[in-house]
């Protein structure tokens, strides 16, 4: 990104801050120009729409995402990576709102493709390295495992929050293969 004029930089922040405050839900861009005082134009300028100021309230968080993806494969064990990685990636979906919306969305930008792109395809090849390894069962995909992510995001927040811990170790359980 090209730096910004220094009221241009405190535009942005400004909005970032609000829409920290705000459920992704419920983010409308014309409400945080109200809440921040600033013109509706200064706000689309910024942000043209809802999935670009969400892709900037999580572009650290998928940035992380996209490393941990990579680092699955170089694992000295790759099964212990990759459940590390789902476990992160649900803590972040779970803590970090609209990073589900940044992962699904087709309308997002270049950058924010190449880096989810990416994050995909390393983690694909992760879990095919930990299922190699025989600790990982070899009948989930990425796709479902994505699903169950999703799935636990939205049964912790229904619970407000009380039994994460439990709704993801289930979850990492199921990962796990198991002798019959």
């Given at each position: ?35 921040t005082g ?31 993806s990579r ?110």
């Amino acid at each position: 990104m090209t730096s910004l004029r220094s009221d241009a930089a405190r535009s942005r922040a400004r909005i970032l801050d609000a829409a920290r405050a705000v459920p992704s839900e419920t983010l409308r861009l014309n409400d945080l120009a109200r809440d921040t005082g600033l013109g509706v134009g200064t706000v689309y300028r910024h942000f043209p729409t809802v999935i670009s100021l969400l892709e900037a309230l999580n572009e650290d968080a998928l940035v992380e995402l996209e490393e941990l993806s990579r680092g699955v494969t170089e694992s000295a064990s790759p099964a212990t990576a990759f459940v590390e990685l789902v476990q992160r990636g649900t803590e972040l979906q779970i803590s970090r709102d609209g990073l589900r919306d940044v992962l699904i969305s087709d309308d997002v930008s270049p950058e924010t493709r190449r880096l989810r792109d990416s994050f995909r395809r390393s983690a694909t090849i992760g879990l095919q390295a930990a299922i190699a390894e025989g600790r990982i069962r070899p009948d989930v995909s990425m796709e479902q495992i994505q699903r169950l992510v999703c799935g636990v995001e939205y049964a912790v927040r229904l619970g407000e929050g009380k039994d994460r811990a439990l709704m993801l170790e289930i979850m990492l359980a199921g990962l796990e293969l198991r002798p019959r």
